[in-house]
Nanobody, 119 residues
């Protein structure tokens, strides 16, 4: 499966943004999916994960309550809704097909989308 994150851009602090992870391939619904981000000069970090059916989600402590991960298997798309954007959310956001819902290890890694938060 090939993945492409999109929906980033320049956004005002306090605003919301929804990122999409578009997938090609018929096996999309078989994969657990994750979102990661990498801020300038920082290591990549896990953000959120969702299981293959969408019934389970988990989040990094740093984003709990502000980020929501979801998916629509009929559209081969996953989403990351970011609310109350902060300057520290500025990063390149990536989606990935995970080897396990509970693990950050991945089978496939997508192209990222840049989110820049202006104050």
């Amino acid at each position: 499966v090939q993945l492409q994150a999109c929906g980033g851009g320049l956004v005002q602090a306090g605003a919301s943004r929804r990122l999409s992870c578009l997938a090609s391939g018929r096996a999309f619904s078989m994969y657990n999916l994750g979102w990661f981000r990498q801020a300038p000069g920082k290591v990549r970090e896990f953000v959120a994960a969702i299981n293959w059916s969408g019934s389970l989600t988990r989040y990094a402590d740093s984003v709990k309550g502000r980020f929501t991960i979801s998916r629509d298997n009929a559209k081969n798309t996953a989403y990351l809704e970011i609310n109350t954007l902060k300057a520290e959310d500025t990063a390149v956001y990536y989606c990935a097909a995970l080897k396990s819902y509970y693990s950050d290890a991945y089978y496939y890694w997508g192209q990222g989308t840049q989110v820049t938060v202006s104050s």
